[in-house]
């Protein structure tokens, strides 16, 4: 759901679905235990599956009540969040984008009577985030955080970093700036309110996400930005889309989700599971920081007190310390024992591990692809927790591409590996096991 995320599987997809088909029946439980941007969750649904989704990022868990736990349309009331003369203003607007988009791909469920209804009442509402002035807000939630600490006229914009480099925060334009801070100011003035339903809420502030993204000016994370230039992207307006429904609604639908959850706590609660799906991170890109602001914009509107969140923001990038998470499979010597970890906690029949032999723990895109990995995670699942003999992999050969140092693309592969869990008692481990595993790492 987030276009520029990395590590997204959405390349691969066709062969991870195939290989979850072989061993989870239609309808089955299938967990997600690093949902990142929701591309698998949201895949497995599609093929029919209940999907559990855990992430540490907060946003993961908004994309999530947004595309992942409905079946229908949000069921919006229009008329408790806007004064009657919007509701009168936006709602012709409303209907005349639907009668625009129907028929399109993504929107056949506008020929369904009452979800059509349910959507216009939607698009009304996001009309109103897409013209609201600082007038329409309440006083108290005029507040304008996102252009102080992220546009580089904000009076929280100045950094210095580590290397004693001056100077402000650029991922904005001032006018998207601005835009962004009455957007979620809204939401929190409704959400305070206790006038929006979850649903609503979630999409509205997904679809946010999605605008803004499409305008940040960064080359695919929120770690940094360009110093002395401006991403071109940047340069647009924000826009909201109506968001395209028809993959999300109906069907089986999810299952639970994590809400900023490490997962190796998060696994041991999960009902039982056909499949198990795991797309760690394995190299050092700690994801709370590189996607520190879609966090913080799903963070704003539940947020007790605004002023002193931001006042306490660090680092070049404007992150407040208090959301950062440090996850240990983001550390070489600790990813494989935290692997063994978290499958012995997990309820599964199956596991599914994705691999991307490209940069990682063990190699870099200037160096070239490394077998220490693939290695060390074919040895894991031909240990003690899984039936001798079950490991397949799979090869998914794709390009890959490096924007520094004059670097080409090259062929790299995605891996999957996959095995059969011991069930019952004969999947305890060994104190002689978990230590061979922490030497390994």
């Known amino acids: 759901m987030l276009a520029r995320y990395l590590g997204s599987k959405q390349a691969i997809m066709p062969e991870l679905l195939a290989t979850v088909e072989q061993h989870a029946e239609p309808g089955a439980h299938v967990v997600d235990a690093f949902s990142g941007s929701l591309a698998v969750s949201l895949g497995l649904?599609?093929?029919?599956?209940?999907?559990?989704?855990?992430?540490?990022?907060?946003?993961?868990?908004?994309?999530?009540?947004?595309?992942?736990?409905?079946?229908?349309?949000?069921?919006?009331?229009?008329?408790?969040?806007?004064p009657a003369r919007r509701v009168k203003e936006y709602l012709p607007v409303a209907r005349r984008i639907v009668k625009e988009l129907s028929g399109k791909p993504g929107y056949a469920f506008l020929g369904e009577p009452?979800?059509?209804?349910?959507?216009e009442n939607y698009l009304t509402v996001q009309t109103h985030l897409t013209n609201l002035t600082p007038g329409q807000l309440p006083a108290r939630h005029r507040k304008t955080h996102f252009f102080d600490t992220y546009c580089e006229l904000?009076?929280?914009?100045?950094?210095?970093s580590s290397r004693g480099a001056k100077g402000h925060r650029r991922f904005f334009t001032p006018e998207n700036a601005h835009r962004i801070d009455l957007a979620v100011n809204q939401l929190r003035a409704w959400q305070r309110a206790d006038l929006i339903d979850r649903q609503t809420y979630a999409l509205l502030l997904a679809n946010l996400m999605r605008a803004v993204e499409k305008v940040s000016n960064t080359q695919g994370t929120y770690h940094d930005f360009p110093r002395d230039r401006w991403d071109s992207r940047a340069l647009r307006p924000l826009r909201f889309d109506p968001p395209a429904l028809d993959p999300y609604l109906g069907g089986v639908g999810g299952h639970t989700v994590g809400v900023e959850r490490d997962t190796l706590d998060f696994i041991g609660e999960v009902d039982r599971h056909s499949v198990l799906y795991i797309d760690p991170p394995y190299n050092f890109r700690q994801y709370t920081a590189y996607y520190f602001l879609p966090n913080v914009l799903c963070r704003y509107p539940e947020?007790?007190?605004?002023?002193?969140?931001?006042?306490?923001?660090?680092?070049?990038?404007?992150?407040?310390?208090?959301?950062?998470?440090?996850?240990?499979?983001?550390?070489?010597?600790?990813?494989?024992?935290?692997?063994?970890?978290?499958?012995?906690?997990?309820?599964?029949?199956?596991?599914?591990?994705?691999?991307?032999?490209?940069?990682?723990?063990?190699?870099?895109?200037?160096?070239?692809?490394?077998?220490?990995?693939?290695?060390?995670?074919s040895e894991l699942l031909s240990g003690d927790l899984f039936e001798p003999g079950s490991l397949s992999v799979l090869e998914v050969p794709r390009r890959n591409y490096a924007s520094y140092g004059g670097y080409t693309a090259r062929t790299v592969h995605e891996l999957l590996l996959v095995a059969e869990k011991k069930q019952g008692e004969e999947r305890g481990t060994t104190k002689r096991a978990a230590r061979r595993l922490r030497q390994l790492a």
């Not at 009452?114 to 959507?119: D, F, M």
């Not at 904000?154 to 210095?160: F, T």
């Open 303 to 377: 947020m007790d007190d605004v002023d002193e969140y931001f006042a306490n923001v660090r680092y070049v990038r404007g992150q407040n310390p208090e959301d950062d998470f440090t996850s240990t499979f983001c550390k070489p010597k600790r990813f494989i024992a935290d692997m063994h970890e978290l499958i012995e906690r997990a309820a599964c029949r199956t596991v599914v591990i994705s691999y991307f032999t490209g940069a990682n723990h063990w190699s870099s895109f200037d160096t070239g692809p490394n077998d220490t990995g693939r290695e060390l995670l």
């Open 154 to 160: 904000g009076s929280n914009s100045a950094y210095e």
């Open 45 to 82: 649904k599609q093929a029919g599956y209940r999907v559990t989704a855990n992430d540490i990022n907060l946003f993961s868990a908004v994309l999530a009540e947004a595309y992942l736990l409905p079946a229908e349309p949000p069921q919006t009331d229009a008329h408790a969040l806007l």
């Open 114 to 119: 009452e979800w059509r209804a349910r959507y």
